[in-house]
């Protein structure tokens, strides 16, 4: 048997690779009530033969290592859609992945846990630049901004 070999839609996740750095605004929320400006170091790279991207996340506040995540993105062929596994310092169990498609120069992907519902939505400026929007809704109707960034690449992709 041959062994699989990577699309188009698993190479496009290379737009994500490389080392990135961005500044954030954290609106106010439950989980940080005075909201305020962050600095994110983002380390990512294609894995596993090019079929999955990995990333890991630092969050600064003032000089200080804050919150941590790590990240796994794919492709499911029998979904169509792209995914996202996202693991962090919270402590909780793994959410269900988050899903969606690449429109363009937007990547959106969606999903639903005990927490409500987010929307994580990548917008590429071009090859070193992206914008970053984190939006959390209770009903999947009404959805408010939680987190949104600028991050430009620090390094080329590893």
Known sequence: MEMPKP???HRKLQALAGQWVG???MHPSPWDP?????????????DLGGFFLTCDYVQERGGQPGYR???VFGWDPKLQRYTMH???MMGGHAAPPATGTWEG???????ESEMGHARYIYEFEGPDAYRFRLEHSQDGRNW????EGRYTRAAPAL
Do not use: I, Y
């Open 34 to 46: 005075k909201g305020g400006t962050v600095t994110s170091r983002t380390t990512s790279r294609l």
């Open 105 to 111: 120069n937007t990547l959106c992907l969606q999903h």
């Open 7 to 9: 699309t188009d839609h």
């Open 69 to 71: 995540g790590h990240g």
């Open 144 to 147: 408010a901004v939680f987190v």
């Open 86 to 88: 996202w693991f962090d």
């Open 23 to 25: 500044q954030e605004k």
